[in-house]
């Protein structure tokens, strides 16, 4: 429905449905008839477009957040096995997955940097 409603790229309809969520109507969107619903749509396509940096940055650093809690997650497990290969195994890829949400983390605020200008 979101892409009948914009046109929008099918790669960014998640994405533009949490903005609906959490930007547009600050609530699930089942209650919405189908063109409140498109004007919604509409409106969370526009925002996208005008703040991608911040959207995109935010979306990463959401992944990277849960992919951070699956891998220390993951160790954690491996720790308590007492499986050496696999603890460091796990440990290489908490390790990777930290660097990689301290990356988001810094494109995140960069993004929200601007849009404080």
């Known amino acids: 429905m979101v892409h009948e409603a914009t046109g929008a790229p099918r790669h960014l309809l998640p ?3 949490n903005i609906m969520r959490n ?3 600050h609530s699930t969107l089942d209650w919405q ?12 396509y526009t925002l996208y477009r005008r703040d ?3 959207y ?7 992944a990277a957040a849960f992919e951070l809690t ?3 997650t993951a160790a954690s497990s491996a720790q308590a096995s007492g499986n050496k290969a696999a603890s460091a195994a796990a440990n290489s890829r908490a390790a990777s997955a930290r660097a990689d949400f301290a990356l988001a983390q810094a494109a995140f605020d960069g993004a929200c940097d ?3 200008r």
């Open 56 to 62: 995109d940055a935010s979306a990463t650093l959401q």
């Open 33 to 44: 008839t189908r063109a409140q619903f498109d004007r919604g749509a509409k409106q969370a």
């Open 52 to 54: 991608s940096a911040f």
């Open 114 to 116: 601007c849009q404080l």
């Open 15 to 17: 994405l533009l449905e």
């Open 70 to 72: 699956q891998a220390e």
């Open 23 to 25: 930007d547009v109507f």
